[in-house]
């Protein structure tokens, strides 16, 4: 009998074994970025924009893979990453703030995709403070409003909510139920909030609530306002190292200087939303490309029958697979984003984008979740995270069936919602 150690640490046992056999399971290297891109959709990106999309990788490698299974595994909020994404100018989504350098859409787009590709709850972090409270404020609210929000929700030296989904009104937000009523020197703010992000770590709120003219309005609330009160939303499947809050609004005083005096009707509110759909589009790809690169590396170091999984003919087809449907999401949030950035992109089309993303995010995970055998569902091999963080992403910023109604009414001209 003979017994031979290899490289790998299996040791094959007894003469003629036609496979490695042994208990001691190799360290996987798994997060490693591959740069895949099959259709050199990102061969033409500018130097500019890399340069963001390269810092994005860097501080993915060096300050999120190491810390983030430790706190999504407690449900805390890694704060200071906030503070990180401003100092490094990757927390604006895109919107132009004053002594900041220019921030392209693209640029944007890589950040959310580079950002996904290590962590949803950091990359909700992006979403929520730059894509839809720092945009609300740069795009409704008045000069000096700017000038005291922009620059430090921008640079992370203050947090920042958007405060839209009510409990009884998540699709249907257009009919949300809070109200504002005037009173001397402002408005009172009533009613309650559900699933927002940063809504119980203290900067400002972007609050919308229906004034007496029966329209939205949006109103920037300081979150030590007395009458708000926020409580932390517990029990998360997904996105579990960023805190989303249920907020309570009782006769919270809001001076008139704190009203966004852009921010008119639903319409404006649906302007900020429409600004982010892409973003998560580009997100759902940073997932995937995540889950498909894991998979990838594991198939190769992943020992069975003798051989590593990845000389199966059938877990090569897997791979192409995903590479396929990777391939099809980078060119579409590419092609959207050049359309974007020439101004020319349509709701429509930003809804086929998330929708068609998220879809095959989904499905991409899923897939990789399987190829890693009982290994896919532990925290430390990365895909069981992104599985799970795709269904907050999936359901956010407009759910995948209300994507398809857009889509839908864009077809046929019919508005299905109600
Ligand atoms: C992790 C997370 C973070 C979030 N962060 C924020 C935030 O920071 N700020 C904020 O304001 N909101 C936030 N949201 C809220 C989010 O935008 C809503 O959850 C989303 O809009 C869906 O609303 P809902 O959950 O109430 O689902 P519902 O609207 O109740 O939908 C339930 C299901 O019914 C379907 N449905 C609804 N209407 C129709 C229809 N007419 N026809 C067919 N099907 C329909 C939906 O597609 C869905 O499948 C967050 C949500 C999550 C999960």
Redesign the pocket.
């Known amino acids: 009998m003979t017994t031979t150690s290899t490289a790998s640490g299996f040791t094959a046992t007894g003469a003629g074994a036609e496979f490695p056999v042994g208990t001691v399971e190799p360290d996987y290297v798994l997060t490693e970025a591959l740069g895949t891109d099959p259709a050199s959709v990102f061969a033409g990106i500018g130097d500019g924009d890399r340069e963001y999309w390269d810092r994005a990788r860097r501080f993915v490698q060096d300050e999120v893979l190491p810390v983030i299974d430790s706190y999504w595994e407690r449900a805390d909020y890694p704060v200071h990453l906030v503070g990180r994404l401003g100092e490094l100018d990757l927390l604006r989504d895109g919107v132009q703030v004053d002594g900041f350098p220019t921030m392209s859409r693209m640029a944007a787009g890589l950040v959310n995709m580079e950002i996904s590709r290590g962590d949803g709850s950091v990359a909700?972090m992006i979403?929520?403070q730059g894509g839809?409270a720092l945009r609300s404020i740069a795009e409704c609210g008045s000069a000096e409003q700017q000038q005291r929000w922009l620059p430090a929700v921008a640079a992370g030296k203050e947090f920042a909510?958007?405060?839209?989904?009510e409990?009884?009104?998540?699709?249907?937000?257009v009919a949300l139920e809070s109200t504002a009523t005037s009173t001397a020197g402002g408005f009172l703010l009533n009613g309650e909030?559900?699933?927002?992000?940063?809504?119980s770590v203290g900067g400002v709120c972007v609050v919308?609530a229906r004034g007496e003219d029966g329209q939205v309005h949006g109103y920037l609330v300081p979150q030590d306002s007395p009458g708000y009160s926020a409580t932390k939303i517990e029990g998360?499947l997904?996105?579990r190292a960023?805190w989303?809050a249920h907020i309570r609004l009782e006769n919270v005083f809001v001076p008139q200087e704190n009203v966004l005096p852009g921010a008119r009707t639903f319409k404006d509110t649906a302007r900020v939303l429409l600004a982010t759909r892409l973003g998560v589009a580009w997100s759902a790809v940073g997932h995937a490309t995540a889950c498909y690169e894991t998979a990838v590396q594991y198939a190769k170091q992943r020992m069975q029958f003798g051989r590593p999984l990845a000389a199966s003919q059938i877990v090569q087809e897997r791979l192409a697979r995903m590479l396929s449907e990777l391939a099809t999401m980078q060119l579409m949030v590419v092609q959207m984003t050049r359309l974007d950035e020439e101004g020319a992109l349509t709701p429509e089309q930003a809804s086929l984008a998330k929708y068609t993303c998220t879809r095959i995010a989904r499905g991409i995970a899923s897939n990789a979740r399987d190829l890693l055998g009982g290994n896919g569902i532990l925290l430390a091999n990365r895909v069981a995270r992104h599985l799970a963080d795709i269904?907050?992403?999936h359901?956010?910023?407009?759910?995948?069936?209300?994507q398809a109604?857009i889509i839908g009414r864009g077809i046929t001209g019919i508005s299905?919602?109600?």
């Open positions: 909700t979403a929520v839809l909510a958007f405060a839209l989904t409990p009884t009104h998540g699709s249907d937000a909030k559900k699933w927002i992000g940063n809504g919308w998360k997904a996105l960023i989303q269904e907050a992403i359901t956010y910023e407009g759910t995948e069936t209300m109604l299905a919602f109600a």
